[in-house]
């Protein structure tokens, strides 16, 4: 089974820009569709972003949307979150996820990912 470690979290100010990290173990990160969630405290689990396995076709929640980037290296086994223009509603612990093909469900759905990280704080104060 896959496992993925992020790193990059922290506290910042309303405004800064913060960069996640994700790496994952084994030869196959290629083959897997990767995605961010965020949960909140008191709230669900919520869809960020996803990539593809080749690094195109991003696809983001509209509440990050123009403000989020993400992308991959997969000769790193790594995907990052570049955010930017953070306010305090970005507040939350972040996850990466992977979806091991075949890809069965819906992109935005936690229960299409089959490995998750541990997750990092992601805190921003106004």
């Known amino acids: 089974q896959v496992q993925l470690v992020e790193s990059g979290g922290g506290l910042v100010q309303a405004g800064d820009s913060l960069r996640l990290s994700c790496v994952a173990s084994?030869?196959?990160?290629?083959?897997?569709?990767m995605a961010w969630f965020r949960q909140a405290p008191g709230k669900e689990r919520e869809f960020v972003a996803t990539i593809n396995r080749s690094g195109g076709t991003p696809y983001y929640a509209g509440s990050v949307k123009g403000r989020f980037t993400t992308s991959r290296d997969n000769a790193k086994n790594t995907v990052y979150l570049q955010m930017s223009a953070l306010n305090a509603e970005d507040t939350a612990v972040y996850y990466c996820?992977?979806?091991?093909?075949?890809?069965?469900?819906?992109?935005?759905?936690?229960?299409?990912?089959?490995?998750w990280g541990q997750g990092t704080q992601v805190t921003v104060s106004s």
């Open positions: 996820a992977a979806n091991i093909p075949p890809l069965s469900g819906s992109l935005w759905s936690p229960s299409t990912y089959d490995a």
């Open positions: 084994g030869r196959a990160f290629s083959t897997y569709r």
